[in-house]
C-alpha cells in the first residue's frame, strides 16, 4: 500500500511540475510585423494656345491630378506561454485609407483690334481651382488567450 501512495505522490508532483513549468518559461512563439504604404498618383495635363499673330489668341489648360493612399501597419504575436500555461494572439496596428482629387482649369480668349483699324481690344481668363481629400484611419488592438489553468490554484480554469 505504501509503494501506491508514494507512487500517487510522484506522479501528483510531475503533474505539478508540468502545471508550473509553464509559469518560469521563456516565451516561446513568434511576432509578425507587416508596415507597408500602398500609394500613386495619376496627372494629366491638357492645354493648347493657339493665336494669329498680335491680333487674337485663345487657350484652355486643365490639369488633373489624382492620387491615393493606403497605409496598412499591423503587428501580430503568437506564442506560449501566455500567462500561465496559455496560448495567446496579439495584434495591433493601423489601417486606412486616402483619395485625393486636384483639378486646376484655365482659358481665356482676347482680341486686339488696332492692326485692322478697330479701336477695340478684349481679353478675358478664367481660372478654376478644386482640391479635395477623402481619408480616414482605423486603430486595431485586438487579444485573444486561452488559459487553460487558473494562475492561482494550478487547477483547470472553468
Not at 508514494?6 to 508540468?18: D, R, S, T
Not at 496596428?93 to 478697330?118: K, P, Q, R, S, V
Request: glycine share 14%.
Amino acid at each position: 500500500m505504501d509503494r501506491r501512495r508514494a507512487l500517487a505522490l510522484i506522479v501528483a508532483m510531475i503533474i505539478a511540475a508540468f502545471i508550473a513549468a509553464p509559469a518560469y518559461a521563456s516565451f516561446l512563439g513568434t511576432g509578425v510585423t507587416f508596415d507597408k504604404d500602398f500609394s500613386n498618383s495619376v496627372n494629366v495635363n491638357v492645354g493648347k494656345i493657339a493665336g494669329l499673330g498680335d491680333t487674337a489668341f485663345g487657350g484652355a489648360d486643365m490639369n488633373v491630378g489624382v492620387s491615393w493612399d493606403i497605409p496598412v501597419d499591423l503587428t501580430v504575436v503568437a506564442g506560449y506561454p501566455y500567462g500561465y500555461g496559455g496560448v495567446g494572439v496579439v495584434t495591433t496596428g493601423t489601417t486606412g485609407y486616402a483619395l485625393g482629387l486636384t483639378m486646376d482649369e484655365a482659358h481665356g480668349a482676347g482680341f486686339n483690334g488696332a492692326d485692322f483699324g478697330i479701336p477695340l481690344s478684349e481679353q478675358g481668363i478664367t481660372k478654376t481651382h478644386f482640391s479635395k481629400l477623402w481619408a480616414a484611419q482605423n486603430q486595431i488592438d485586438n487579444t485573444q488567450a486561452f488559459l487553460p489553468y487558473s494562475c492561482f490554484s494550478g487547477f483547470p480554469a472553468i
